[in-house]
């Protein structure tokens, strides 16, 4: 969770030692987290319930050029398999 400055930063400490990136989340946080972690030069595999991130809150033609823009930044945007409940 990311509730505080120390939060923030304890993130950004672990970006720096990783060589790749999986954010579990698409919306607003979760694009975020991943945009970021792109401009700091790490491949992102972006994974959430929405055909695209964001695309509750931006409508899907929005969310669709988004996608486009992580994509040309190195992440990529997958949905994450649903359960058979």
Request: charged fraction near 15%; include cysteine; charge should be negative.
């Amino acid at each position: 969770m990311l509730r505080t400055l120390d939060d923030t930063l304890a993130l950004r400490m672990d970006l720096l030692s990783c060589t790749r990136l999986v954010v579990v989340g698409d919306g607003v946080l979760g694009a975020e987290i991943a945009a970021t972690a792109c401009g700091m030069g790490l491949p992102v595999t972006q994974a959430g319930p929405q055909p695209a991130p964001l695309a509750c809150q931006l409508g899907q033609p929005a969310a669709g050029l988004l996608a486009e823009l992580h994509a040309e930044r190195g992440s990529s945007c997958g949905s994450a398999p649903r359960s058979a409940d």
